[in-house]
């Protein structure tokens, strides 16, 4: 079978890195078509150099990395340097990327990639605000049916919020377009807090990484032990999740998650539940099913499958 091609939609984050990083080294899986930077964790200047970095530090410079959006639809910019740092990569020292930022926006990148390869043969990973995944789509209505699925890192059910009571990061920092891209009607697989909070990092998996003895492997050790601080302290586990990684080995390993197919539905509204993932988990409304909603993961494969992929750049 041929690698799925795919572009990352990512606002990079240390999590978005290890994303990315699985991807590129996993070409028998996926063909990453370009990286797509959008502002969420850390404003657009640095998510669109971090994604550069982390292209540069797998070797992969071929790659073409394009800024979007540096702002939400309609609301201001919340980041989320309390988590990832100033950078959003502090962890590690990087050097100023080599490789060039690409001259045409992110946006027009994805309206002229699906409009250029066959349709249904692309699939779109935002594992960031889905403010270019949005704009696309408003910009260009004709894409939206030639988008082959949606795999996403966002929202929640049973873990509700982490950046507030009701509301999962990505979600709720352009909860206008989430709501957009949910009621688009392209197939979405969903990667909630419900499926991250169970892909949680331990003291021995980010000793393995650092055991690699190769420079990404020391990166992605200094990068989980950061972030994970933050977690550990508000979460008072025993690791940090690893969300973002989770959209790329879902589309290597599917059979590593399970979930269920329901009415997944957007809070714009209120500004007590804005960007809440409303999942009609029970079933209980008649609502049409619009997402794959995932519940649990297979945690000891999933690392094994990310330490297996890293040790080969």
């Known amino acids: 079978?041929?690698?799925?091609?795919?572009?990352?939609?990512?606002?990079?984050?240390?999590?978005?890195?290890?994303?990315i990083l699985l991807a590129l080294a996993s070409p028998e899986d996926v063909e990453v078509l370009g990286i797509t930077a959008v502002a969420g964790n850390v404003p657009l200047a640095l998510t669109q150099r971090n994604a550069r970095i982390v292209c540069a530090l797998a070797g992969r410079t071929g790659v073409p990395v394009f800024a979007g959006c540096d702002a939400p639809l309609e609301r201001s910019l919340v980041t989320a340097e309390h988590v990832h740092g100033k950078t959003g990569l502090d962890g590690v020292p990087v050097d100023e990327p080599d490789m060039p930022l690409m001259e045409r926006h992110g946006v027009d990148f994805i309206i002229e990639t699906l409009r250029a390869e066959p349709e249904g043969s692309v699939t779109l990973c935002p594992i960031g605000p889905l403010t270019n995944i949005a704009a696309a789509f408003r910009r260009a209505p004709d894409i939206v049916e030639r988008v082959g699925e949606i795999v996403l890192m966002g929202g929640a059910y049973f873990e509700v919020g982490n950046i507030t009571p009701a509301a999962e990061f990505n979600i709720y920092v352009d909860p206008e377009a989430a709501a957009e891209v949910f009621g688009a009607g392209v197939p979405l697989t969903v990667m909630p807090l419900d499926v991250t909070h169970k892909a949680l990092t331990s003291k021995e998996i980010v000793e393995g990484f650092a055991a690699m003895g190769t420079e990404v492997g020391r990166a992605v050790a200094a990068w989980t032990d950061f972030f994970e601080r933050f977690d550990m302290a508000k979460y008072g586990s025993a690791g940090a999740p690893l969300h973002d990684p989770c959209t790329i080995a879902y589309l290597i390993e599917p059979g590593l998650f399970s979930g269920r197919h329901i009415n997944v539905e957007i809070?714009?509204?209120?500004?007590?539940?804005?960007?809440?993932?409303v999942a009609d988990w029970w079933g209980v409304t008649d609502r049409p099913k619009n997402a794959t909603f995932m519940g649990s993961v297979d945690r000891d494969g999933y690392f094994r499958l990310i330490h297996e992929r890293l040790a080969r750049l």
């Not at 041929?2 to 994303?19: E, H, L, N, Y």
């Open 267 to 277: 809070e714009t509204g209120s500004e007590l539940t804005r960007g809440m993932t």
């Open 1 to 19: 079978m041929s690698p799925r091609k795919i572009i990352i939609d990512t606002d990079p984050g240390q999590d978005d890195a290890v994303a």
